[in-house]
Structure formats: C-alpha cells, structure tokens
C-alpha cells in the first residue's frame, strides 16, 4: 500500500513541516526555557465570559452541532461589535460566518475564492497559514516586503512595490493590521491606497484583523472594509482568541457582503462543518463587554510590552517598538549574529528563553534572516524574569 519511492505529502505541501510554533514550544519544554515564541496568553481571559462558557455546557446549548453560520446570538454579538466599534453594518443572517478560530476562516476564505494559478498579493513577513493555504488552494504567493524605515521605529509597506506585485492574474490582496510579527498597524493613509489600489484593480481583499483590540500609543486600527469602495469586496477576518485570552476555544469570524460569505460557507461547511458549539455563547457574551474590558485589556498588554521591550533594549538588541499585537520584534545584529534561525536555537541554553525567528515568515529568507520575535502576552513575572535573563546573557 506504501510507497518508498514517492513522498507521502503532497507536492503542494512539501515546503510546509512542522510550523515553528509547534517546533519552538516543544523546545520550550525540553528545556524547560521561558516561552516567548508562540503568542499564547499565559492566563485565562475575564471570570465571566469563562462561566458563560460553563453556564452554556451546563444548560445544554451548544453541545450538539450548532447552526452551520454560528449560533445566531454570536452572528448578532458580532454584527453588533462591528456596528458599535467602527460603523458598520453587517446583516447577522446572510454577512456573518463563525469559524474555528482565524486559522479556519483563513482556510475556507482562500479554498472558496481562488482559482488554481491565481496570484495573491500578501504582505511579508506573514503569518504561516497564509502560505500554506494558499498553496493549498493551488494560487501562488506575491510577497511585497514590509521593510524597516530609515529611523528603523517600525516596518513599512512600500506603495509602490505593492502596485508593482499586481498583475492580471492577481485574484486578491492579502492584508493583516496590525501585523503579526512585526507589530506594525497599517496608517489609514496606507490603508487607503490599498484600497484604491483594489478598487482601481477590481481586486478581492481579505484582511486579517485578529489584534484589532490590541493598538497602543494613539495607533488607531482602521478597518479595511471602512474605506470608500471596500465595503463589497472584503472578507473582514476576526477571533476572540487574542480578544478575550481564550486562544483553546477557536472562535473566529468572517464578516463580508452575502455572495462572499455564501462562497466562505461553502469551503468551511466542509472544513470543520461546525466548531465550539458551547464557547459560541460564551464569546457572544464577551463581545459585549463594556468598553472599560478592551481599554484594560490594552493598557496592560502595552505595560507588558514596555516591560519585554526595555528588557530586550538592555540586552542589546534592537527593538521595533510595536503599536500593535502582543509581540515585539528585534533585529540582533548588534549582538554581532546575522542568523535568527541559529539564535533561536541556542538561546534557550544561552538565556533560557525561547523566541521565534522571523525568516521563517519570509519567502525572501535573506530579508528576515536578522529578526527575531519576541511574544509579551505573558504574566509580569514571567516577562521580568525573561528580562533578567537576557540582561544576563547579552550585557557586558
Ligand atoms: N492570524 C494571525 C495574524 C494570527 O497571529 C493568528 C494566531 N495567533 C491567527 C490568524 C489564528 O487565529 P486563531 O487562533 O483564532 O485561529
Ligand atoms: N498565532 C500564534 C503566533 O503567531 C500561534 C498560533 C499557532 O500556533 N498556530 O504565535
């Protein structure tokens, strides 16, 4: 029944292993080393959206397959988070998909809308599961390059490079803001010329904004689907992951026009066909949460992300100060190492501490190799202690 003589994976998939964030964990616990790299909260999201989920699996809702599109009182917490926060008005019946997680929602979005050989458009570094999916899809990436700017205070899309990556064959624009891993928000001036740039090239976008509650510093996250002419052409990616620190019960969303979400339904219904049946109510309850719950949340992630970055500046590296997500990335030249992938594996023996190398989100490996990211969504302790640590290791 095997074969020796042909791989088991299929040819779409080969470049794709383990992900690094399974691979680094498990160092993580080898070691015994203070995990950094994969962006997981190391405590529970708030007390009551917790008994939600309890009250939810105790009265019995949820514990069977719930509706294909998500139970109706998370479709209508969503419509509403959306109408409240930004403006928008989403129908709950025929614009609104729950999904497992973004990591789904990213699957059945580019299952259901490409065509083999469409090109998409994507901002590098990106996350893994763009890749992946993508090639999945059987499409083929175009990355455009976020590089560092002049004063190297964060990463920077280049316009032009972008209208340049577009050719007939481009199916759609991959955006995320604020940006896993560089922690970069896009501008509402750059987020406008994507815009025009899609409407001017009758292109789809897909944006991921899973760490749209998580911008500092007066950073405003500015929703793609805001802007003039987006409205019908973007699939808006959400999870209460990263919201509400509950990253174990994948709850996503999507929000887009009707035939979007009808074509994203069509994938995912033979995805995962339903998920989380009980955490559904739960996150329902958690969206509305006042607004002091977001407001709290973001200033302790950002005295968090204070505290890993001074740590990490003592140390010697150089850090791009992030206005979003929980994670901070850093370039380690001036420690004298030009390889992430080489410093990532020695430093849980060299400081104990675990963090992931950018390259690995990079098809330009050469323009990641430097960069290594660093997650802040850890108790205060465990951050100072990575702190001190790398204090120890780096300082002369
Ligand atoms: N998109 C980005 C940019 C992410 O960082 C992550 C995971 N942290 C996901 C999607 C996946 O989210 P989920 O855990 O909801 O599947
Ligand atoms: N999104 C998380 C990160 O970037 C990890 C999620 C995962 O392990 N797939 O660290």
Redesign the pocket.
Same mark, same amino acid.
């Given at each position: 029944m095997t074969s020796t003589a042909r791989p088991f994976l299929n040819r779409r998939l080969a470049e794709f292993g383990t992900t690094i964030f399974a691979e680094m964990s498990a160092l993580a616990a080898t070691t015994g080393a203070i995990n950094l790299g994969q #962006?997981f909260p190391d405590t529970d999201g708030p007390e009551e959206v917790r008994e939600a989920a309890v009250r939810a699996l105790r009265d019995g809702r949820g514990n069977q397959y719930p509706p294909g599109p998500g139970v109706p009182e998370l479709r209508t917490a969503i419509a509403d988070h959306q109408r409240r926060r930004y403006g928008l008005s989403f129908d709950p019946d025929t614009e609104v998909l729950v999904t *497992? =997680?973004?990591?789904?929602a990213?699957a059945a979005t580019l299952l259901a809308l490409l065509e083999p050989g469409d090109e998409v458009v994507a901002l590098e570094p990106y !996350?893994d $599961?763009y890749a992946a999916c993508i090639a999945m899809a059987g499409a083929s990436r175009v990355p455009v390059t976020l590089r560092p700017d002049p004063e190297r205070a964060r990463f920077r899309l280049d316009l032009d490079e972008l209208r340049d990556a577009v050719t007939d064959r481009t199916r759609l624009l991959l955006i &995320?803001t604020p940006h &896993?891993p560089t922690g970069t928000v896009l501008t509402r001036e750059e987020l406008t010329a994507i815009a025009a740039l899609a409407v001017e090239r009758d292109l789809l976008v897909v944006t991921?904004e899973? !760490?749209e509650h998580l911008v500092f510093d007066g950073a405003e996250h500015v929703p793609l689907a805001t802007l003039p002419g987006m409205r019908e052409r973007t699939v808006t990616?959400g $999870? *209460? =992951?990263?919201t509400f620190s509950f990253?174990g019960w994948?709850v #996503?969303w999507v929000t887009a026009a009707p035939g979007l979400v009808t074509a994203v339904r069509s994938a995912k219904q033979f995805l995962t066909y339903v998920s989380s049946g009980p955490f559904q109510y739960a996150v329902a309850e958690a969206l509305a949460l006042p607004d002091s719950y977001f407001d709290d949340f973001r200033a302790d992630m950002r005295a968090k992300r204070d505290l890993l970055a001074a740590g990490l500046a003592d140390a010697g590296l150089t850090v791009f100060r992030p206005a979003g997500t929980y994670f901070v990335t850093t370039d380690i030249r001036p420690l004298g190492e030009s390889d992430g992938f080489a410093f990532c594996r020695s430093l849980p023996e060299r400081a104990g501490v675990v963090a992931i190398p950018n390259a690995v989100f990079y098809d330009h490996r050469e323009a990641g190799a430097p960069f290594v990211r660093f997650a802040f969504c850890k108790r205060t302790e465990v951050l100072a202690d990575a702190a001190e640590r790398l204090r120890k290791a780096f300082s002369h």
């Open positions: #962006g *497992a =997680g973004a990591t789904e990213i !996350y $599961s &995320n &896993n991921d899973v !760490y990616i $999870s *209460a =992951g990263k990253t994948k #996503g």
